[in-house]
């Protein structure tokens, strides 16, 4: 049976240009996206096509500069645009915002000619990125990093594996986490490496619960040589960088959690206004009505707190803790309301003819990815209460 299409949303946006945009993206998510999500997904095809698409449409920048081919667009309006996404396919949702993950590190701390030569192709180019911090020793404690560059005259040479990346093997470009110093979060400093590199390669992807048709790998750095003028900032920075591209990514993958919940929703709501037992309607049973009830004011909850920690972003003051609360509040959200949304369709919901079923599992992952929700709840913590006492 083919997935219901996700209710859309009555949203408040603050321009006429950014309805537009929230017009076109439902209308790329209708007609090339959620048609061929569950086919593409239990076969495991990564829909580089729509990639293209997104790009060739101006939506693979959308945070950043005009000047460098981006959008202009504020976060309010970027991640609303993730949702849509999200809602459509997990998959394209959160690669986009994987993507511009990747690209945050030279939007914000590159130089005017590193800008000028790279981010024109990575934001309207149609090149996709992925970005590299996590090692297969190092997730949650990610200043333990391994992976070393060691200068030789006017380069670096990066050798190391990297974990758990998103687009890894299929990336044209990796902003990439490194070792060039002391030990801890000093010594790391942050490289462009091209995809094409001399002695980058990925693994083969991870066997997964759910979005299969997102490849996530290792990425194997064997001796790879960058020139000086593809690091990123200044030396020993690269921590920094990455812990800031974190916060704005976490308000990413909040927004991905809403649109997948959403669509749970919106499938859980047009099953039960379909399938009658004793006689009507199951919508219209108390018990079932109130879960529906529970399931949409949990989904308002969420997005508002994104919202509200994107609006603190686009007005330039802290977020930090905000993104943390967002990203907690809204992928448990996303979990509770899929296995919500399973138990509505009963027997049903545990098969693939419906799409709550891979809704349930996909939404898993939105706890663990770009900090775990353990890891958010130390950060809100020590925004609360300090650092926490050796």
């Not at 390669?201 to 290792?218: D, F, L, Y």
């Not at 001796?223 to 990514?249: C, M, T, W």
């Not at 949990?298 to 609006?311: D, F, M, P, T, V």
């Amino acid at each position: 049976m083919p997935d219901h299409a996700p209710q859309q949303v009555d949203r408040q946006l603050p321009t006429d240009e950014a309805r537009e945009l929230i017009s076109l993206v439902r209308d790329i998510a209708q007609r090339e996206i959620a048609p061929r999500a569950a086919e593409e997904e239990d076969a495991g095809h990564f829909p580089r096509e729509v990639f293209t698409l997104l790009s060739r449409s101006g939506l693979l920048g959308l945070p950043y500069d005009s000047a460098y081919g981006g959008g202009d667009q504020p976060y309010e309006v970027y991640l609303q645009v993730l949702e849509e996404l999200a809602a459509a396919r997990l998959t394209v949702g959160l690669g986009v915002s994987v993507h511009t993950l990747a690209s945050y590190a030279l939007a914000a701390y590159g130089s005017k000619e590193q800008q000028v030569e790279h981010l024109p192709a990575m934001l309207g180019g149609g090149l996709l990125g992925a970005y590299c911090l996590s090692e297969p020793s190092s997730g949650s404690d990610a200043a333990s990093l391994r992976t070393r560059a060691v200068r030789d005259g006017d380069d670096w040479v990066i050798t190391g594996t990297k974990a758990w990346i998103t687009h890894g093997g299929i990336a044209d470009f990796y902003t990439v986490m490194a070792r060039t110093g002391e030990e801890g979060p000093r010594g790391i400093t942050a490289f462009l490496v091209p995809g094409d590199a001399a002695g980058l390669s990925g693994a083969v992807p991870e066997k997964k619960m759910g979005m299969k048709g997102s490849p996530t790998a290792q990425v194997h750095l064997d001796g790879v040589r960058v020139p000086d003028d593809r690091r990123l900032g200044e030396e020993g920075q690269g921590f920094a960088i990455a812990l800031s591209a974190l916060d704005s990514g976490r308000l990413g993958i909040a927004a991905c959690a809403i649109g997948v919940a959403q669509a749970a929703l919106g499938a859980a709501v047009g099953y039960a206004t379909e399938r009658r037992q004793f006689g009507k309607a199951i919508a219209d049973f108390q018990g079932l009505r109130f879960m529906l009830a529970d399931m949409a004011t949990q989904i308002e909850a969420g997005r508002a707190l994104y919202l509200a920690a994107a609006r603190l972003r686009d007005a330039g003051r802290p977020f930090a803790k905000q993104a943390a609360m967002a990203k907690l509040h809204c992928t448990d959200t996303a979990m509770k309301v899929t296995v919500d949304a399973v138990q509505v369709l009963g027997g049903y919901g545990y098969t693939a003819d419906f799409p709550v079923e891979r809704y349930m599992r996909e939404a898993k992952v939105l706890q663990i990815v770009e900090g775990t929700n353990q890891i958010q709840r130390m950060v809100i913590a020590r925004h609360l209460a300090g650092p926490e006492t050796r």
